[in-house]
């Protein structure tokens, strides 16, 4: 029989001795004891209390949708309610500062992946030529600190894993990237820049597509500058020759054609924030 | 605690259709593709454009993922609230209360004219089905954090089997609230009103005794 305190000494079951024989008569002495805490009104005082409860829980209910209303109708901060953006921006603080480089996404066997779907050809310009493609590397105040040829890149340490790609839309994809980590591009400009600065900027060639990336997720060691899928050459709709992958952020910010990459102070613009998403989209 | 659930869940379950619906490919056929077939399309396109669900996916995160700040924290108030009213004692199961269960339920739906076993302010069949009903709450809570955060949170997300099934166990409670909300009414109007003003106010009627008052209990012993 479950420990049951507010039962009065006296009135205590076990020392009837009639429950001993009727256990349903125990139960029915225990339910009882219960009840007795709970305030019993006259049927005046009942329907006077139930009138204004539900007078009260109207005006809430009313206050609430109220609340949802102005919400849906606020001034768009980046396309998105004020309100909600605002609360993007305070999950955001929460989750940088519970933000752990050594929490590494779930790796697969390359057996389980197979090549991902085209999601997205923003930034994808019909015209590029891969030829005159070259990586540029720009400071602050966009002066140019270095460029480099795929020939670089390759030179780094290369990278294969499989992970699982995220899409905002809800689907996942296990996928193979091989590539070089960013850390590893990036601590060729440490001398230049001194500490690095707190944000990434990436944009395509022609600037048709735009990413903006806290430093925390650049540096961390599942964040490759990807030239192979699934052990094959990055295709163009996948962002050949250099894309972005990292299974710290979404697809959105997984950004296809790299052109430029620009170390920046300040939070970089970012395509699809200023259409309503969230600037950090972190997983 | 209780009512609050309400327009929070319904926000929850709108926000949550505009992501779900997001990817155009029938997610839910992916959703449970782990049981290994497709079972039906949830949504047709049809019903979806008049719900006016498509091409509203920012806005949908975005609701969905500051409600779910306040569905959770209404979710700890209610269970401290239990623990420190021992309002737990009407709701959690006892030993008897599967059995209870049982004959509730064929007696609720004409089966069996068995007398009803004793009960509290809940029979056995409400003491599972409300407990059951705060732990997919839970659930929703942290198959939600295992979705939102899988690399941050990979533990979680790797204790309810990694991305995909943790967020097909998320549509899966959703459709258990659907179910239970449905079922829920049902019986509260079957109850009637005085139960329902109950509800609201949070008092009870002197003349409505519960079952196994104490003055019932005496008079059944003398008899």
């Not at chain 1, 006259?42 to 609340?67: C, M």
Request: aromatic residues 12%; proline residues 5%.
């Amino acid at each position: 029989m479950p420990k049951n305190e507010s039962v009065p000494k006296s009135e205590s079951v076990s020392k009837n001795p009639t429950t001993e024989k009727d256990p349903s008569l125990a139960r029915e002495q225990r339910y009882a004891a219960l009840e007795r805490g709970t305030p019993r009104l006259d049927e005046v005082q009942f329907y006077q209390r139930s009138r204004r409860s539900v007078l009260v829980g109207g005006l809430a209910a009313l206050a609430g949708f109220s609340v949802f209303r102005s919400i849906q109708t606020a001034d768009l901060v980046d396309r998105a309610p004020g309100p909600l953006r605002a609360v993007h921006e305070k999950n955001e603080s929460l989750w940088r500062a519970l933000f752990r480089e050594d929490h590494l996404a779930r790796t697969f066997d390359p057996s389980e992946s197979s090549p991902i779907r085209v999601n997205g050809r923003k930034g994808l310009d019909e015209d590029f030529d891969p030829a005159t493609w070259e990586l540029r590397i720009e400071g602050p105040d966009g002066e140019l600190l270095g460029t480099h040829s795929m020939d670089d890149i390759r030179a780094l340490a290369k990278v294969d894993h499989t992970i699982e790609h995220k899409c905002v839309e809800g689907w996942s994809h296990v996928v193979t990237w091989g590539g070089a980590r960013f850390s590893d591009l990036a601590s060729l400009y440490e001398d230049q820049l001194g500490q690095l600065p707190d944000y990434v900027d990436l944009r395509t060639p022609d600037g048709g597509y735009y990413v903006g990336v806290d430093l925390a997720t650049m540096l961390h060691s599942q964040t490759l500058l990807t030239y192979e899928m699934q052990g094959q050459e990055l295709e163009p709709a996948h962002g050949a020759p250099l894309r972005l992958t990292t299974p710290l952020k979404y697809g959105i910010k997984q950004i296809k054609r790299i052109g430029t990459i620009r170390f920046s102070h300040q939070q970089p613009s970012d395509y699809w924030h200023e259409r309503g998403y969230d600037w950090y989209a972190h997983l | 605690m209780h009512w609050i659930n309400f327009p929070l869940l319904t926000i929850m379950i709108w926000s949550g259709l505009r992501i779900y619906w997001a990817d155009r490919a029938d997610p839910f056929g992916v959703g449970i593709g782990f049981i290994g077939w497709h079972w039906f399309d949830l949504f047709p396109d049809s019903v979806n454009e008049k719900l006016g669900l498509n091409q509203t996916l920012a806005r949908g995160m975005a609701f969905h993922f500051t409600v779910a700040w306040l569905f959770t924290l209404n979710g700890v108030a209610y269970g401290l609230y239990l623990w420190r009213s021992g309002g737990w004692r009407h709701l959690l199961p006892e030993k008897e209360s599967l059995g209870d269960a049982a004959k509730v339920v064929a007696n609720d739906l004409h089966l069996s004219t068995a007398p009803l076993p004793p009960q509290g302010r809940y029979n056995g069949a409400q003491r599972w089905s409300y407990t059951l009903i705060l732990v997919l709450g839970a659930v929703a809570v942290l198959t939600g954090l295992s979705i939102y955060k899988p690399t941050q949170l990979s533990f979680l997300t790797a204790l309810f089997g990694g991305y995909e099934m943790a967020r097909s166990i998320h549509f899966f409670v959703t459709l258990s609230f659907v179910a239970f909300f449905i079922v829920h009414i049902f019986q509260v109007a079957m109850a009637g009103f005085g139960n329902f003003w109950s509800m609201i106010s949070g008092y009870e009627l002197e003349s409505e005794k519960p079952v196994g008052d104490s003055q019932t209990v005496s008079e059944a012993v003398s008899a």
